[in-house]
């Protein structure tokens, strides 16, 4: 079946622009998460979703970033007034409920500030 | 908190030489750890875990790793590499105190297989 996809797959944008990031988890699953692979930073935890609960924010790394989850499904994250610093590649994954379960992620965003 | 350090940013072999890449985890509690691998332009795929049981754990593509509580460690290795497994290698700990599984990743070692 289909697994996680992400769009844009690159991004280009200018500093203080605002950029929205998409993610479409695995049918029937759960729990989404985005993750941020940045040069300086390596791979960090961002959000978590899991159902309609509230997320878990405690990754994201400035009140400029923000994410919302549709339906339990689709989810979009959101970063304000963009910095030169949020130059990364934004990955987002998905999992069954468990503890246990894989995470199955996408092939990521790569969003560039100029 | 729970850490991984990964003590290679970059290990160079030869095709079809043995490999082993190295991670030692940091946690006061018991562990869940994985080893992603990363091909270029490609999200993170799923090598092998441990959860559990067996400390020595088989996973895709001949690859293995073994977990030492004493040492805390989780090395990954290959004893026959082929140019194919040329990539990102991430070795990630389970941090499970909100109750799901959040990924805490090291570093990476980027495997340059040479003919």
């Known amino acids: 079946g289909a697994g996680v996809s992400q769009s844009p797959s690159n991004k280009v944008t200018e500093k203080g622009k605002d950029v929205e990031l998409r993610c479409d988890p695995i049918?029937?699953?759960?729990?989404l998460y985005w993750y941020r692979q940045s040069l300086g930073q390596g791979l960090e935890f961002l959000i978590y979703?899991?159902?309609?609960?509230?997320?878990?924010k405690s990754g994201l790394p400035s009140d400029r970033f923000s994410a919302e989850r549709t339906g339990g499904s689709v989810s979009t994250l959101t970063i304000q007034r963009t910095q030169q610093e949020d130059s990364a590649v934004y990955l987002c994954?998905?999992?069954?409920?468990?503890?246990?379960?894989?995470?199955?992620f996408g092939p990521g965003t790569r969003l560039t500030v100029l | 908190a729970q850490s991984v350090t990964q003590l290679d940013s970059q290990v160079p072999v030869f095709e079809e030489a043995p490999v082993e890449l190295r991670c030692n985890y940091s946690s006061s509690v018991s562990v869940y750890l994985f080893w992603y691998v990363q091909y270029p332009n490609q999200g993170l795929q799923l090598l092998l875990k441990?959860?559990?049981?067996?400390?020595l754990v088989k996973g895709i593509n001949g690859f293995e790793a073994e977990f030492n509580k004493s040492q805390t460690s989780f090395h990954l290795r290959k004893p026959s590499v082929h140019i194919s497994d040329t990539a990102e290698y991430f070795c990630a700990v389970s941090d499970r105190s909100g109750g799901y599984n959040k990924l805490i990743f090291g570093a990476g070692t980027r495997l340059a297989v040479h003919p």
């Open positions: 441990y959860l559990s049981g067996s400390t």
């Open positions: 049918s029937g699953h759960t729990a």
């Open positions: 994954a998905s999992s069954s409920q468990g503890l246990d379960n894989e995470q199955f």
């Open positions: 979703f899991q159902g309609n609960s509230a997320p878990d």
